[in-house]
């Protein structure tokens, strides 16, 4: 292996794995005071077509970035809503809020892109959302064992009845947890479209499940469930890398390559599962 090709395994690791990272951080605000969220993926997927048709159509990328922020953040309250307010199970609301925002996202993208458009969409660098998902994970770390709210958080999901009886309001604090998750995704799926330059549906492709997978390998911890996150990053470079390439001489299928990072983290999951314990209070009222 060259240098070279090292090197561009690394910066490939990088740019897989930042979406990745700030989808897992966002899982964690959420099920680490006690919501399950499996609908990590639809937040980023209708953050993607948002930002991508909103930078389209204004020309502008800050306003495209906000606007996809405030739909996964939208998406994120009526999460909030259905299990907190309506008490509904919080793995069923997340299967239903994946569904709104696949179809949403189909729909947005099929009304309004004009597919006789070739120029991309106008960005943020990309720089800037690396660098949130460098320092984000460590930041949320010391506010999660400082911060009032952070400590709030965790005694929430470590439970919600002695919180209760400590004054706190285990609604309340979800809710700004599940802001935190939306914020975040939404910064996750804009990067994903920002570094495609282009919204195309279905590009989240699962990702938002494997970044739920990587929390959970981390503990329910912000750093741990970012290294995970860039080890499984680091199985979407290899991918890229040896897309095509001969193996001891022999043509190994493109769906092999592809199925490998979905496969691996699987495999490590299994393995790590019954060593990784959820928060105490996860799912309940």
Same mark, same amino acid.
């Given at each position: 292996?060259?240098?070279?090709? !090292?090197? $561009? =395994?690394?910066?490939?690791?990088?740019?897989?794995?930042?979406?990745? +990272?700030?989808?897992?951080?966002?899982?964690?605000?959420?099920? %680490?005071?006690?919501? !399950?969220?499996?609908?990590? #993926?639809?937040?980023?997927? +209708?953050?993607?077509?948002?930002?991508?048709?909103?930078?389209?159509?204004?020309? *502008?990328?800050?306003?495209?970035?906000?606007?996809?922020?405030?739909?996964?953040?939208?998406?994120?309250?009526?999460?909030?809503?259905?299990?907190?307010?309506?008490?509904?199970?919080?793995?069923?609301?997340?299967?239903?809020?994946?569904?709104?925002?696949?179809?949403?996202? *189909?729909?947005?993208?099929?009304?309004?892109?004009?597919?006789?458009?070739? #120029?991309?969409?106008?960005?943020?660098?990309?720089?800037?959302?690396?660098?949130?998902?460098?320092?984000?994970?460590?930041? =949320?770390?010391?506010?999660?064992?400082?911060? %009032?709210? @952070?400590?709030?958080?965790?005694?929430?999901?470590?439970?919600? #009845?002695?919180?209760?009886?400590? @004054?706190?309001? &285990?609604?309340?604090?979800?809710?700004?947890?599940?802001?935190?998750?939306?914020?975040?995704?939404?910064?996750?799926?804009?990067? !994903?479209? $920002? *570094?495609?330059?282009?919204?195309?549906?279905?590009? $989240?492709?699962?990702?938002?499940?494997?970044?739920?997978?990587?929390?959970?390998?981390? /503990?329910? %911890?912000?750093?741990?469930?970012?290294?995970?996150?860039?080890?499984?990053?680091?199985?979407?470079?290899? #991918?890229?890398?040896?897309?095509? $390439?001969?193996?001891?001489?022999?043509?190994?299928? &493109?769906?092999?390559?592809?199925?490998?990072?979905?496969?691996?983290?699987? +495999?490590?999951?299994?393995?790590?599962?019954?060593?990784? %314990?959820?928060?105490?209070?996860? /799912?309940?009222?």
């Amino acid at each position: 292996m060259s240098e070279a090709w !090292i090197l $561009t =395994l690394l910066a490939s690791t990088l740019t897989l794995s930042s979406p990745l +990272i700030l989808a897992s951080i966002g899982g964690y605000c959420s099920e %680490r005071g006690g919501v !399950i969220n499996i609908a990590l #993926e639809g937040k980023m997927l +209708i953050s993607a077509c948002v930002t991508a048709l909103v930078a389209i159509g204004t020309g *502008n990328a800050v306003l495209g970035l906000l606007a996809g922020l405030g739909a996964s953040v939208l998406l994120a309250w009526l999460h909030w809503l259905l299990t907190q307010a309506y008490q509904i199970d919080h793995i069923v609301s997340g299967m239903a809020l994946n569904a709104l925002a696949f179809g949403a996202a *189909n729909f947005l993208d099929k009304r309004f892109t004009d597919p006789e458009r070739t #120029e991309p969409m106008p960005h943020l660098p990309l720089g800037f959302f690396y660098a949130l998902a460098v320092v984000l994970p460590v930041a =949320l770390a010391l506010y999660s064992k400082h911060g %009032r709210g @952070g400590l709030r958080l965790r005694a929430v999901g470590g439970d919600p #009845e002695k919180a209760r009886l400590m @004054g706190v309001s &285990p609604q309340a604090v979800r809710f700004w947890g599940l802001t935190a998750a939306g914020v975040l995704c939404g910064l996750s799926g804009a990067l !994903i479209v $920002t *570094n495609a330059r282009w919204f195309t549906d279905g590009m $989240t492709a699962g990702r938002g499940f494997v970044a739920l997978a990587a929390l959970i390998l981390g /503990g329910w %911890r912000p750093i741990p469930a970012a290294l995970a996150c860039a080890g499984i990053g680091l199985f979407f470079a290899v #991918e890229v890398q040896l897309q095509g $390439t001969p193996i001891l001489g022999m043509r190994v299928p &493109p769906d092999f390559w592809s199925a490998l990072p979905y496969a691996m983290t699987v +495999i490590v999951l299994a393995g790590f599962l019954g060593r990784s %314990r959820p928060p105490a209070g996860l /799912g309940k009222p």
